[in-house]
């Protein structure tokens, strides 16, 4: 018989959200009568707005006429016209068009992303960090051991209280990728001007390549933060940028995204990122879909921007009260600013039994902290998803229950 990819072999056996959603049906079907909230994956539950949906609306009906029917695309990249309103409406054309690669979302993206770096290239990311980063690399062969082992190729970046949850930069090995996110998941933490152009300079003097995730980049509210790494001087000959309508859009069903892959970025060769990212993505990708895109055209157009804005409020505003519930119970966090995750600390608790602590005690569903890497031991993160009056419920019964 043929035999098993052995990198499937070295990630862990579940996918973090996944066991996640296992533990909460036991504990529903050992508690039939229990009325659980899920503060857990980062989730959207508010519907698509008006305008928005009104562009999805016109892509499907655009598909049942004749005079507007259309297939695959030539080319997987997305409709011009919607790379040429992501370069305005996001980056204030600090980046064309050619520049930009729709697709069906951040998470494929990253998993796609490997493909241009082979098997032996080194892997840094921030610890904690979103679990794609490490298994993907561990899937493309990156990462150079079992988990057990430490994955000999992947470094680990701490990101604690001590550093302000920002990595020591001297830590990341030359020549490698390094995978940065912010507004952080699972942190919340935003990294400022200074510290983004102290990762810029890092990864140009170590001759490395930046995946910089910016999915969170539309709940930035401090007119001081970047909201794109392109923001920050020389980035385009360092850093590819990954971002997605999903959070701001409501889109996580929808599944429409972007790549940023500047021409400036070159391999060690001296060859064109750009170019491969195109020839990869039309062999093995072909396209997002033509509804998800219209959609996408009415979101980024200027009523579609002031959904956006209020939706991200929406979420910010559930945050706020996650944040100040933790607070006045004495429990330290950070995030929930600029972001929609808030990342409590529980000094000297093992994380995933705080988890089943709150879901026993209060019925919520939280994500532990050690999941997202060694670092986040002891942390819990609190997702603002949710609808307004779950999470109020959510916040009564922290209050009233977790002591
Ligand atoms: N990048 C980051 C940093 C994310 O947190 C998420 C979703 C994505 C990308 C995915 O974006 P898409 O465009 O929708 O593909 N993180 C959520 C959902 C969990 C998951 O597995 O994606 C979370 O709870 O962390």
Known sequence: MINRNPNIANIKAGYLFPEIAKRRREFAAANPDAKIISLGIGNTTEPILPHTNAGLLGGASALADVKTYSGYADDSAGFTKLREKIAAAFYKDLVEPDEVFVSDG???????????????????????????????????GAAGGWEGSGYAGITYLPCTAENNF?????????????????????????????????????????????IFDAAYSEFIRDPALPKSIYEIENAKIC?????????????????????????????????????????????IFNGASNI????????????????????????????????????????????????????????????????????????????????????????????????????????????????
């Open 106 to 140: 951040a998470k494929c993206d990253i998993g796609r992303l490997q493909l241009l770096f082979g098997a032996e290239v080194k892997v840094a990311v921030q610890d904690p960090s979103y679990p794609v980063y490490v298994d993907g690399s561990v899937l493309a």
């Open 166 to 210: 920002f990595p020591n930069l001297d830590l990341i090995p030359q020549n490698s990728l390094i995978y940065f996110c912010s507004p952080n998941n699972p942190t919340g933490a935003t990294a400022d001007r200074a510290q983004l152009t102290a990762l810029v300079n890092a990864a140009i003097s170590k001759g490395c390549i930046i």
């Open 239 to 283: 850093a590819i940028e990954v971002n997605s309508f999903s959070k701001p859009a409501g889109f996580t069903g929808v599944r429409l995204g972007w790549s940023i892959v500047p021409k400036a970025l070159k391999y060690a060769s001296g060859e064109s990122v750009n170019t491969d990212w195109n020839r990869v993505n039309n062999t």
């Open 292 to 403: 998800a895109q219209a959609g996408g055209l009415a979101a980024i157009d200027e009523k579609g921007l002031e959904e956006m804005r209020a939706l991200t409020d929406f979420y910010l505003g559930n945050a706020k009260l996650i944040r100040s519930t933790l607070q006045e119970m004495g429990i330290n966090c950070i995030g929930g600013d600029n972001s929609p995750y808030i990342w409590a600390h529980f000094p000297g608790r093992d994380s995933w039994e705080v988890f089943s602590e709150i879901l026993e005690k209060c019925q919520v569903v939280t994500t532990p902290g050690a999941g997202f890497g060694p670092a986040g031991q002891s942390f819990v993160r609190f997702s603002a998803f949710g609808h307004r009056e779950n999470v109020e419920e959510a916040c009564r019964r922290l209050k009233s229950n977790f002591i």
